[in-house]
């Protein structure tokens, strides 16, 4: 049946000021106390001003986002404590809003608060709006600022609550009421809340029922009251008990990454924004290989609704459209929309029920005619139009992720060794040099024998060929199918890619011109006339895996892999750097927790 399509929430005001939710009977919040109880019930009901100032990162979990009110409050909040500390939010929304109704029903919200609150909470309710995700089922993580990460989970939460990977420090529950949506307050849930508790975890709630208090006790928890907020006069405080013995693992203050190409460069991005000091090693320069296409296609993959490579590159893709918008605006790019053709019916069929789960923006099928009008050019079929896919300037990609002052890159430093120390990991260089670290992540692309496991990947050679543009044939969309041409760039469009395993040819081959050639007369019958009319463009190759699913994860104490991204590494590589800078500083993944062992670089060795 697959994961069933979003169903958006949507609002009504009322004359005294409340914002009601029609399809529970209930409110959201109250126009005149919803910032006040957000305050007093969940961020002093968690005592979150003292603990963040003895946390490098406070994991906190919400059950119901709502309008996000107890999440811009809490923003705000560690904003004004000026503390260095970083906010990891994680929420579970059933029922998300479209952006338009989010907007309108937060105007209404901040309207009744106090004025000094309201101005300091409009620019993060912006910022919330502008990275707003799609609403899609699953995991959407958002990088709001330089200390927050806000990650929604959209979805049932009976679903969504056991994917959700990581301890916490705080919880925030705020369903609606138990009677009126019992789903959200069932043992299950609460015992799901218990199994990801950290020592002396917080939890707090307006709601004080009986049967909460007691399912939170049966499951460990030591719970009490508090004063409550405006009419209420109780609300509900619990904390998990602090084992004697527990300690987390110290998140190391330096980190080595091998690698300098996308992959390479997302992990030591990552791990910067975490305050850790990282050393590249690159042989050679960065984004010398792969990454050193000049366009690189951003896409999600519509194979299915419940096919990993989907799931991931959908993941891949808005993160990164996000990460450059704040981050990097000037690094080359355009969400100009791919029409993808599906190469068999299988696949048509596929991507059909894929879209009836999506929204048009999304995944729309399109017709010829449609299609035509979408691209400006006659496609040789019907497809699907991703209005969220592009197109970046991989090396500018990488110089961006890069650009930070954490991170420190020495070019032309070769790793010859791997060895495990007590205190960590040796690297030897070429030149005799050697560089210890407690911290080592290999993105070298190709398997290079180091470390205690060999994770091998494939190779493939790829060629791109250049097309001159023309004004009588303009092209607004990247058309894909089993390969793909780009827009105009620079007076060029840019063909590919060919695809030939075990294949050591460095130089342009003219027959590769040929193959894609014929792949755009399968996308774009007649744009070009002749295969004459394509240049050769640049040789790359790809590290890919048998199930084209990248290698990520960690494969010793101290020592992580991100490799085998194939041809989705502009697109995944991003996220999965993200990933493993969770994994080593032991934050919630930007992921369902079955993504640690799909992409277990150790899967094939098992």
């Given amino acids: ?37 957000a305050r007093a019930v969940f961020i002093d009901g968690c005592d979150l001003p003292a603990r963040w100032r003895r946390k490098r990162c406070l994991r906190l979990l919400e059950t119901g986002f709502g309008l996000g009110v107890n999440f811009l409050a809490t923003w705000a909040a560690l904003k004004a404590a000026g503390t260095a500390a970083r906010l990891h939010y994680v929420a579970i929304e059933k029922h998300p809003f479209t ?17 000094s609150m309201a101005a300091a909470l409009r620019p993060l309710a912006e910022r919330l709006l502008s990275h707003w995700p ?19 989970a959209f979805g049932d939460i009976a679903d969504v609550l056991p994917r959700v990977a990581g301890r916490f420090d705080a919880f925030y ?13 069932s043992p299950g849930v609460l015992g799901d809340l218990a199994a990801r508790a950290a020592p002396d975890a917080r939890l707090a709630s307006w709601c004080v029922a009986g049967a909460v208090r007691r399912a939170l006790a049966g499951q460990g928890f030591v719970v009490g009251k508090r004063p409550g907020f405006g009419g209420k006069r109780d609300s509900l405080a619990a904390r998990w008990p602090a084992a004697e013995t527990s300690s987390s693992p110290e998140t190391p203050s330096m980190a080595v990454v091998v690698g300098a190409g996308i992959a390479g460069a997302s992990a030591a991005r990552q791990l910067a924004r975490r305050g850790i000091a990282v050393t590249v090693l690159e042989r050679d320069q960065p984004a010398g290989g792969g990454s050193g296409n000049p366009v690189g296609v951003v896409r999600p993959e519509p194979g299915g609704a419940d096919n990993p490579v989907t799931e991931l590159s959908a993941a891949g893709t808005t993160w990164l459209q996000r990460w450059i918008g704040r981050q990097a605006p000037s690094v080359r790019h355009a969400w100009c929309g791919v029409l993808r053709i599906a190469r068999d019916e299988r696949k048509h069929y596929k991507m059909t029920a ?39 300037a991989p090396p500018m990609l990488v110089a961006a992720l890069l650009d930070h002052p954490l991170i420190t890159v020495r070019s032309g430093a ?52 250049c097309l001159p543009a023309r004004a009588d044939r303009p092209l607004q969309k990247i058309v894909c199918r089993d390969g793909y041409i780009t827009p105009a760039i620079d007076g060029m469009h840019t063909i590919g890619a060919t695809v030939r395993h075990d294949d050591d040819e460095p130089d342009a081959r003219r027959s590769d011109d040929e193959e894609n050639f014929r792949r755009l ?9 002749d295969a004459l009319e394509l240049q050769s463009g640049r040789v790359g190759w790809r590290a890919t895996t048998q199930d084209r699913v990248p290698l990520v994860g960690r494969v010793a104490d101290g020592l992580y892999i991100s490799l085998g991204h194939g041809a989705r590494g502009v697109t995944c590589a991003p996220l999965c750097g993200e990933l493993v800078a969770a994994m080593v500083c032991g934050e919630p993944l930007p992921l369902g927790g079955e993504w640690v062992a799909r992409l277990d670089p150790l899967r094939r060795a098992r």
């Fill in 1 to 37: 049946m697959g994961t069933p399509a979003i169903q958006p929430a949507h609002w009504q005001g009322s004359a005294d000021g409340r914002i009601y939710a029609p399809e529970f009977g209930d409110v959201y919040a109250s126009r005149s106390g919803a910032w006040g109880q």
């Fill in 99 to 115: 952006p338009a109704d989010l907007r309108s029903a937060l105007q209404c919200s901040l309207a009744g608060a106090e004025p």
């Fill in 134 to 152: 799609v609403l899609l089922p699953g995991f959407h993580a958002l990088e709001l600022d330089d200390q927050v990460t806000l990650t929604l």
């Fill in 173 to 185: 529950l705020d369903g609606f009421a138990p009677d009126r949506n019992p789903d959200m307050w």
């Fill in 354 to 392: 894929q879209a009836m789960r999506s929204g048009t923006d999304w995944l729309e099928p399109v017709d010829v005619s449609s299609a035509a009008r979408l691209c400006g050019a006659l496609p040789a079929e019907s497809g699907f139009h991703l209005p969220q896919a592009g197109w970046v």
């Fill in 414 to 465: 070769s790793v010859v060794a791997l060895d495990k120390r007590d205190d960590g990991w040796r690297m030897t260089l070429a030149d005799g040099a050697a560089l210890d670290a407690p911290l080592v992540v290999l993105a070298t692309a190709f398997d290079s024998g180091l470390g205690p496991v060999r994770v091998a990947t494939g190779r493939a050679r790829g060629q791109l060929s």
């Fill in 521 to 529: 007369q399968r996308l774009l019958p007649g744009f070009a006339d």
